[in-house]
């Protein structure tokens, strides 16, 4: 069965302590592993696809990360307006041509000033 | 135009009602879906148009019924329902091609209450 499993659920940061969320994953045949930034009532927003192994994608303060059985938000200096729930979701085989996205239960980061 | 648009963007709606929710893009994506959150739960999987045909339908019950009527248009249409129905209801599109690059775009939701 596919899963997906985010660590921690919740994560506090003092603003400038960098810091990195976890995405452990099984899926038969991965078409991709997502990273979303989701705010409060609001549809997630899309940060990064990773699709092999040793690929790291970055922007601004985030860096994306994947191994074979997992995936890391890396978070250098955060700031205030970081603060979010971020979503690990990933795309299996399930669902024909179109696949389909399995997402975590996220990460919820506070950033303190 | 790099949007979803999702309206309305609340609806409160009585058990014996019925109501549409409207999802728009003009992206070009050949696939739309229907996802489910509830409150700090991670979004579930409801619905997925491929090329304006029903591909997956989750097991979701009937009071629930999509419809593609073109290429941008997703329309989710509502009778019925139940408390436990109340949830951000969020509509998202992948491009068959490029959705490999750029993953899915999701719209900022329908907030639904059922009183």
């Known amino acids: 069965e596919d899963q997906v499993t985010q660590s921690p659920e919740a994560l506090r940061l003092q603003e400038g302590e960098s810091s990195s969320l976890n995405c452990s994953y099984t899926?038969?045949?991965?078409?991709?592993l997502f990273w979303y930034r989701q705010d409060p009532g609001k549809g997630p927003e899309f940060l990064f696809t990773?699709?092999?192994a040793g690929e790291e994608k970055e922007k601004e303060r985030l860096k994306a990360t994947l191994t074979k059985k997992e995936s890391f938000l890396h978070i250098t200096a955060p700031k205030p307006e970081d603060s979010a729930t971020y979503l690990c979701?990933?795309?299996?085989?399930?669902?024909?041509?179109?696949?389909?996205?399995?997402f975590g239960k996220g990460t919820k980061l506070s950033v303190k000033p | 135009d790099t949007e979803v648009t999702q309206t309305p963007k609340h609806l409160v709606m009585g058990m014996t009602n019925k109501k549409s929710l409207k999802c728009e893009q003009h992206?070009?994506?050949?696939?739309m879906y229907w996802y489910k959150q509830k409150a700090k739960k991670p979004p579930e999987l409801m619905f997925v148009?491929?090329?304006?045909?029903?591909?997956i339908n989750e097991s979701v019950p009937s009071r629930f019924s999509p419809e593609c009527p073109n290429s941008s248009l997703l329309n989710l249409h509502l009778h019925a329902l139940q408390p436990e129905d109340s949830a951000l209801y969020l509509c998202?599109?992948?491009?068959?091609?490029?959705?490999?690059?750029?993953?899915?775009?999701f719209g900022s939701g329908t907030r639904l209450t059922v009183v």
């Open positions: 979701a990933v795309r299996s085989n399930y669902g024909g041509s179109q696949g389909n996205l399995i």
């Open positions: 998202a599109s992948s491009h068959p091609l490029r959705g490999r690059a750029y993953g899915y775009t």
């Open positions: 990773l699709y092999s």
């Open positions: 992206m070009g994506h050949r696939a």
């Open positions: 899926v038969s045949g991965l078409r991709g």
């Open positions: 148009y491929s090329y304006e045909k029903l591909s």
